[in-house]
């Protein structure tokens, strides 16, 4: 975890000029993404914050493009997540009577990983922008590791408000994802989360989102609505649902919304 701290902060570290060579315009693949903000395009005020995105596809394409300043770490730290993510979605998914993630289930669960380097620079006036405003993943699950400055909130239901997550030290936080409410037909709730800015601290975390691919049609399970539960969404095909997501700047869990059935 200190690895890929300490290479996050080595990446950000560099030279404008090569950090630009990763942009949207300039990068020689679309899975290494540097930027800003969450959507330029659809947001009033932007985010305080940079990034760094890695799309995992493959060991070579992952050697060959990503940026040496964090490669080795970056994949280290993907790989061991990965495992990690396996063994949670083990347990997760017991309780909704798949009794085996066979290679169709794991595929469906966590056939895709996105891992992304953000770094929240110094705010001069943190009242007016946020680091992250509030949404949930579209993930299956998310696991997220952050530095010690703090500033992460989570709010599980209307009762309880925002609640801060307090940043400890070697501890992971691992979120339920909209991938996975759909396809548990909303036995599981994805944590709805936002970061604010800071004014007198740098920040970074590092999640890693699991994911279905880009193909993959998601709905309920089969194992749920086999006992003749209803189904409470619908199946959508992954890429459509990520599109939705983008579309608009982050605005809580109104991208479930898209996935629902709706009642006539
Ligand atoms: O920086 C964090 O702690 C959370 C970032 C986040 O919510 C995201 O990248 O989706
Ligand atoms: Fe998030």
């Not at 909209?178 to 604010?196: C, F, P, W």
């Not at 193909?215 to 990520?242: F, H, M, R, T």
Request: glycine residues 6%; proline residues 5%; charged residues 25%.
């Amino acid at each position: 975890m200190e690895n890929v701290k300490d290479a996050t902060y080595r990446f950000f570290e560099l030279a404008a000029e090569e950090k630009v060579k990763y942009s949207k315009e300039n990068s020689a693949t679309k899975h290494v993404r540097y930027g800003s903000s969450f959507s330029l395009d659809a947001e009033k005020a932007s985010e305080w914050k940079d990034y760094l995105s890695l799309f995992y596809v493959s060991e070579d394409e992952a050697l060959a493009t990503w940026p040496h300043a964090c490669r080795d770490e970056a994949f280290e730290y993907m790989k061991k997540t990965k495992a990690l993510a396996k063994q949670v979605l083990n347990v997760l998914t017991k309780k909704l009577n798949v009794n085996e993630i066979d290679k169709t289930k794991e595929t469906l669960l966590m056939g895709s990983i996105k891992m992304n380097f953000n770094y929240y620079p110094i705010c001069p006036s943190p009242d007016l922008t946020v680091g992250v405003g509030r949404h949930s993943d579209f993930s299956t699950l998310t696991i997220l590791l952050q530095d010690k400055t703090g500033g992460l909130y989570i709010r599980p239901d209307n009762r309880h408000g925002w609640i801060h997550v307090s940043p400890i030290h070697g501890a992971l936080m691992i979120n339920i994802g909209d991938a996975l409410q759909i396809m548990s037909n909303g036995r599981y709730k994805s944590i709805e989360h936002r970061v604010t800015a800071h004014g007198s601290k740098n920040r970074i975390s590092v999640p890693v989102f699991v994911n279905p691919r880009l193909s993959d049609v998601i709905g309920p399970l089969p194992q749920i609505l086999a006992s003749g539960e209803k189904a409470k969404y619908k199946n959508v095909l992954y890429s459509d649902y990520v599109k939705h997501f983008y579309w608009k700047p982050h605005d809580g869990k109104l991208t479930l919304q898209y996935a629902k059935i709706t009642p006539n």
